[in-house]
């Protein structure tokens, strides 16, 4: 009975074909092995150990938190959304290798499905972690930028939806959305990287606690002496955002209703061109001061009017800024915080953040950061450690043909041998790939000031 459970598989089809199921000794993931070599890098998930705080009893742990967090993240970024996948997961010689500790030595495994889920839902959701968690994604990137100085800083505010089913807490109804769902907030840098995540219930406001998602990235960038900037849609045009800005000596452009003040204003524009119109859109600019009544002050407003063949009304848009610039130009860079809808989307597609399916609604909180974590990992490998050939990728695209590579595993008394396949990202590419990293490692340049210190 146990030889035949053991023999290969046979197709009848070609009868030179056999089936072996190898189990551990074959990965689908290998690719997480270079998001790991990036986070050795930059010492992003040993931070989590400084910051979080283990609330388990008694000494004999079998996993440390560290690794625990390791296996949360990474097996999001591999696709992996749902806790139960840890139970097959637990084996997989890339994520034991990659979670690191306990994991990674001959003859053991990673946490189980209970293992993790208790992680997750009783460690990670106390008000401590909680707190922690959701500036974890800002300790990262501050590290980053200490090898990458930032030149400007811009930022982008949007709101997203996640679909909830069932009776989950914090679920409500959205009217825009038209579904019962959270209503997340996030806030973007011009790079794409994940600032702030907040998740909110269905029917809160687009600008909803905007305060406790934007002043916490403002203050960590108050030290900086650089040029700094807003971008936000309708839902964000609100005095008190813009006294906030204002004060902190940034540079916004941030997007106003309509209304019949504003109209009259550009009433001149708003007359039929005469003539036949021309197949390409006939686009005006004007700006003027407006001060709405909730004002304390008047601002800049800038309008843009499109003409469209076969449109009989123009579209108009109207954009309330600080910037010294030129209408177009104002124009151009508002419409530059499309990106953020992009990445948004990205981390739907790419890490699954809308998978938040836990009863409690601070659970359902920390899986989004969890998820948040997951996506700026996988977009610091993007856009720091990719080739020029394939620099343009999607983070799909990475977990698809970087992530899903599959290998082969043996191990010898001294090394672990991961034999992977060359398919869409062959040696030279990965070798590229961890060459890029391993320059991110490399210490930040010492300063004339620190050297003429220790001189001293």
Same mark, same amino acid.
């Given at each position: 009975m146990g030889d035949s459970q053991n023999q290969d598989l046979r197709v009848s089809f070609d009868s030179r074909l056999k089936l072996k199921f190898c189990g551990s000794q074959v990965t689908t993931d290998a690719g997480l092995l270079a998001y790991r070599e990036l986070d050795a890098a930059l010492g992003l998930t040993e931070m989590g150990g400084d910051v979080l705080s283990d609330s388990r009893p008694g000494r004999n742990k079998q996993h440390q938190l560290v690794p625990l967090l390791r296996q949360s993240i990474y097996s999001r970024l591999a696709g992996y959304e749902d806790v139960n996948d840890a139970e097959r997961l637990c084996v997989d010689p890339v994520l034991r290798h990659v979670v690191g500790g306990r994991a990674s030595q001959p003859d053991k495994q990673a946490a189980s499905s209970s293992e993790v889920g208790r992680f997750e839902t009783q460690i990670l959701s106390t008000q401590r972690n909680l707190t922690a968690l959701m500036k974890l994604s800002g300790r990262w990137i501050n590290n980053l930028?200490?090898?990458?100085?930032?030149?400007?800083?811009?930022?982008?505010?949007?709101?997203?939806?996640?679909?909830?089913?069932?009776?989950?807490?914090?679920?409500?109804?959205?009217?825009?959305?038209?579904?019962?769902?959270?209503?997340?907030? @996030?806030?973007?840098?011009?790079?794409?990287?994940?600032?702030?995540?907040?998740?909110?219930?269905?029917?809160?406001?687009?600008?909803?606690?905007?305060?406790?998602?934007?002043?916490?990235?403002?203050?960590?960038?108050?030290?900086?002496?650089?040029?700094? @900037? @807003?971008?936000?849609?309708?839902?964000?045009?609100?005095?008190?955002?813009?006294?906030?800005?204002?004060?902190?000596?940034?540079?916004?452009?941030?997007?106003?209703?309509?209304?019949?003040?504003?109209?009259?204003?550009?009433?001149?524009?708003?007359?039929?061109?005469?003539?036949?119109?021309?197949?390409?859109?006939?686009?005006?600019?004007?700006? @003027?001061?407006?001060?709405?009544?909730?004002?304390?002050?008047?601002?800049?407003?800038?309008?843009?009017?499109?003409?469209?063949?076969?449109?009989?009304?123009?579209?108009?848009?109207?954009?309330?800024?600080?910037?010294?610039?030129?209408?177009?130009?104002?124009?151009?860079?508002?419409?530059?915080?499309?990106?953020?809808?992009?990445?948004?989307?990205?981390?739907?597609?790419?890490?699954?953040?809308?998978?938040?399916?836990?009863?409690?609604?601070?659970?359902?909180?920390?899986?989004?950061?969890?998820?948040a974590l997951a996506y700026n990992l996988g977009n610091f490998l993007r856009r720091l450690a990719l080739p020029k050939p394939i620099q343009n990728w999607s983070l799909t695209t990475l977990r698809e043909k970087l992530v899903k590579v599959g290998a082969k595993v043996t191990r010898h008394a001294k090394y672990v041998f991961f034999q992977l396949a060359e398919v869409a990202v062959p040696r030279r590419l990965f070798a590229a790939i961890l060459d890029r990293i391993a320059r991110l490692a490399i210490p930040p340049p010492v300063t004339h000031d620190v050297k003429r210190k220790y001189i001293k």
């Amino acid at each position: 009975m146990g030889d035949s459970q053991n023999q290969d598989l046979r197709v009848s089809f070609d009868s030179r074909l056999k089936l072996k199921f190898c189990g551990s000794q074959v990965t689908t993931d290998a690719g997480l092995l270079a998001y790991r070599e990036l986070d050795a890098a930059l010492g992003l998930t040993e931070m989590g150990g400084d910051v979080l705080s283990d609330s388990r009893p008694g000494r004999n742990k079998q996993h440390q938190l560290v690794p625990l967090l390791r296996q949360s993240i990474y097996s999001r970024l591999a696709g992996y959304e749902d806790v139960n996948d840890a139970e097959r997961l637990c084996v997989d010689p890339v994520l034991r290798h990659v979670v690191g500790g306990r994991a990674s030595q001959p003859d053991k495994q990673a946490a189980s499905s209970s293992e993790v889920g208790r992680f997750e839902t009783q460690i990670l959701s106390t008000q401590r972690n909680l707190t922690a968690l959701m500036k974890l994604s800002g300790r990262w990137i501050n590290n980053l930028h200490r090898r990458r100085p930032l030149k400007e800083l811009i930022l982008d505010l949007d709101s997203s939806v996640s679909e909830t089913y069932g009776r989950q807490q914090g679920a409500a109804y959205n009217g825009h959305f038209a579904c019962l769902c959270y209503h997340p907030l @996030f806030l973007f840098n011009q790079h794409g990287d994940l600032e702030y995540a907040m998740l909110r219930r269905g029917n809160k406001a687009s600008a909803k606690y905007w305060r406790k998602v934007l002043l916490p990235v403002i203050e960590r960038y108050r030290h900086l002496d650089i040029p700094k @900037f @807003f971008r936000g849609d309708a839902a964000f045009a609100i005095p008190a955002l813009y006294r906030v800005l204002e004060k902190a000596d940034y540079r916004y452009a941030i997007r106003l209703k309509a209304n019949a003040v504003l109209e009259r204003e550009i009433s001149h524009l708003l007359t039929r061109p005469v003539g036949r119109p021309s197949h390409k859109p006939k686009v005006c600019y004007h700006s @003027f001061q407006y001060q709405a009544k909730s004002w304390q002050r008047s601002r800049r407003v800038v309008a843009k009017v499109e003409w469209h063949a076969g449109e009989l009304f123009p579209r108009v848009g109207f954009i309330v800024t600080n910037l010294n610039q030129h209408s177009k130009n104002v124009v151009k860079f508002y419409n530059g915080r499309g990106t953020a809808e992009q990445w948004i989307k990205e981390g739907k597609n790419a890490v699954r953040w809308t998978k938040l399916s836990c009863r409690t609604f601070k659970d359902n909180q920390a899986r989004l950061q969890l998820f948040a974590l997951a996506y700026n990992l996988g977009n610091f490998l993007r856009r720091l450690a990719l080739p020029k050939p394939i620099q343009n990728w999607s983070l799909t695209t990475l977990r698809e043909k970087l992530v899903k590579v599959g290998a082969k595993v043996t191990r010898h008394a001294k090394y672990v041998f991961f034999q992977l396949a060359e398919v869409a990202v062959p040696r030279r590419l990965f070798a590229a790939i961890l060459d890029r990293i391993a320059r991110l490692a490399i210490p930040p340049p010492v300063t004339h000031d620190v050297k003429r210190k220790y001189i001293k």
